[in-house]
């Protein structure tokens, strides 16, 4: 079983920047794909951004340059970086993983992930 448990959000100006984590625990989780999804209120979840297993990086095309992942597999645990954020970035964020072999053509789908984080709010202001 693997808990995952996310930190780093809070309240940024436009413009400003944060760094969530996503922290495992439970097992090594080095093979597992690891997503970020968001969810404003009222609107659909979203995806954000994944990592896979052999390092390779997924982003939804409207956050590229903005929104970076890596992880630390010594640490278990995953980051998103984001910078230069916008109100409309505001919104839950939420880790998930998913464990080897993982369908990367699915990477974007949060029906691909069996683990998820309760999730860390982001808010920006204007």
């Known amino acids: 079983q693997v808990q995952l448990v996310e930190s780093g959000g809070g309240l940024v100006q436009a413009g400003g920047s944060l760094r969530l984590s996503c922290a495992a625990s439970?097992?090594?989780?080095?093979?597992?794909?690891v997503g970020w999804f968001r969810q404003a209120p009222g609107k659909e979840r979203e995806f954000v951004s994944a990592?896979?297993?052999?390092?390779?990086?997924y982003s939804a095309d409207s956050l590229k340059g903005r929104f970076t992942i890596a992880r630390d597999n010594a640490k278990n645990t995953v980051y998103l970086e984001m910078n230069s954020l916008k109100p409309e970035d505001t919104a839950v964020y939420r880790c998930?993983?998913?464990?080897?072999?993982?369908?990367?053509?699915?990477?974007?789908?949060?029906?691909?992930?069996?683990?998820w984080g309760q999730g860390t709010q982001v808010t920006v202001s204007s």
């Open positions: 998930a993983a998913g464990p080897s072999p993982f369908n990367t053509n699915l990477v974007r789908s949060s029906t691909s992930y069996q683990h």
């Open positions: 439970g097992r090594t989780f080095s093979s597992y794909a």
């Open positions: 990592i896979v297993g052999s390092g390779n990086t």
